[in-house]
């Protein structure tokens, strides 16, 4: 009789437990349809573009100084010589602040020739690679803040000795002000033409489902664009000359991307 008892009461524990099993399986079935028909929300997409230009308010250039002696020490001390003229002038005469001038480079190695060896009279003679002299050279870059004195700045610094001048760019010191005026105006592109085509198919405008930036950012423009120079050797013997710099305009260009559900 006990035995019959346990047997009943097991098949009662075994169809309570299937049962428990089969609302569960529903429950998540239900769920994840519910989840599925969520994630099907009708909606629009639409990307939103927009363009800040701005008159650049700063610039910069490099420059270097290069000399050769029979030494390096005559060597370091003649490009010293010219650098220290080069840095007066851009401090005290061209209203340079310290922090604008950096140093970006300083090199001094041997310069070798190939030569022949004197005692040979016949051909077929052997050569040897000699040191012929020392090379020192210093690279500088210069930001520019009062843009139209760039042309000036160049100028002053070739007629005091560089040997090289290049990159000359010119470019928007609060870049980031304008890059968000930019994404502002793009999103309001984007949700203005949501809600023309909101209108045009009789629907509302609901949440937004999703939104991305695809902005391409700002590159300077460099001035061998604008029409200047790519690297100009200077000749220091030449009276001083003040190029004709024209700054131009860049432009900050920002692109979104929003989808926005439709009821």
Do not use: H
């Not at 019959?4 to 009662?12: A, D, E």
């Amino acid at each position: 009789m006990e035995t019959l008892f346990s047997f009943r009461y097991m098949r009662v524990l075994l169809a309570l437990l299937l049962v428990t099993i089969i609302a569960a399986v529903a429950l998540m079935a239900a769920q994840s349809f519910n989840w599925l028909v969520d994630d099907n929300y009708a909606s629009i997409n639409v990307e939103g573009v927009a363009e800040v230009t701005a008159v650049p308010d700063i610039g910069a250039f490099s420059f270097s100084v290069e000399t050769e002696a029979a030494d390096v020490a005559t060597a370091q001390a003649d490009a010293t010589e010219v650098m220290n003229s080069i840095m007066a002038y851009l401090r005290d005469e061209g209203g340079v602040e310290e922090k604008d001038i950096k140093t970006t480079g300083y090199n001094a190695y041997p310069r070798y020739e190939w030569r022949t060896q004197s005692d040979c009279t016949f051909g077929n003679c052997p050569r040897e690679r000699v040191i012929v002299g020392y090379v020192v050279t210093q690279n500088v870059s210069v930001k520019v803040r009062e843009t139209d004195q760039a042309g000036t700045l160049i100028g002053g610094v070739g007629q005091r000795g560089a040997t090289n001048m290049s990159g000359l760019n010119f470019e928007v010191d609060d870049i980031e002000a304008l890059k968000e005026e930019a994404r502002l105006a793009a999103i309001a592109d984007a949700k203005a033409q949501a809600e023309r085509i909101a209108k045009e198919l009789d629907v509302r405008l609901g949440d937004i489902l999703n939104y991305s930036d695809g902005s391409g950012g700002y590159y300077p423009m460099p001035y061998e664009a604008r029409g200047g120079m790519e690297m100009m050797a200077v000749d220091a013997a030449l009276e001083e000359v003040v190029p004709d710099i024209a700054v131009g305009e860049d432009v900050i260009t920002a692109r979104v991307t929003i989808t926005y559900e439709i009821k």
